[in-house]
């Protein structure tokens, strides 16, 4: 079986309200096998018109922290809790979380990273199934049951937040730091830099 089976979901109906406000499904982006898998909320604008999961501001914000962490985009996977626009950038319904979870179970087990980042509230109380305080929270490696398998899961603050509140730019930049060793702690994945 291909190993990225049901990763890409080319069609999907679940949703009424994210049917008729996206114009595509938006999939996760980045290698099949990448040490770090970021996960955030819903696609935007932008990525709704580009079908890239953070390509508008949130996006450079998280590139900047990535290429800061000497990590490039290409190297790492993205991907969001839901992959259809949610209508006048709304969060996602708890229904459409729960529609969308299957998708992104099978790809958090396809791609099988050592570690998966949450970036925001959304994505980290979906994957918790709890409350988060995620400012407080911020950087913490929590042990969760996804699926049938142990999954370490980082807390991060969404990009965006960094926009409008400056003072949590440190938060956001030390956790995506935090992530990158990650990628060196057992595969060698080469960071930026190395070369
Ligand atoms: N914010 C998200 O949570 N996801 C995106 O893809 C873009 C912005």
Sequence with gaps: ???????????????????????????????????LLFVGEAPGARE??????????????????????????????????????????????TEELANCRGYLETEIDRVDPEIVVTLGKVPAEHLLQRDVAVTAEAGDVVDVEIEGTRRQVLLCVHPAATLYDRSQEDTFVDTIE???????AESGQSRLGDW
């Design 1 to 35: 079986m291909d190993e990225m089976e049901g990763v890409c979901v080319e069609d999907c109906t679940r949703c009424e309200a994210l049917v008729a406000s996206r114009s595509r499904i938006v999939n996760g982006a980045g290698p099949a096998d990448a040490d």
């Design 48 to 93: 709704d018109e580009r079908g890239e999961p953070f390509v508008g501001r949130s996006g450079d914000v998280l590139d900047d922290a990535l290429r800061n962490a000497r990590l490039d985009r290409g190297d790492v996977r993205i991907t969001n809790c839901v992959r259809c626009r949610p209508p006048d950038n709304r969060d996602p319904s």
């Design 178 to 184: 935090k992530a990158a060793d990650y990628t060196d």
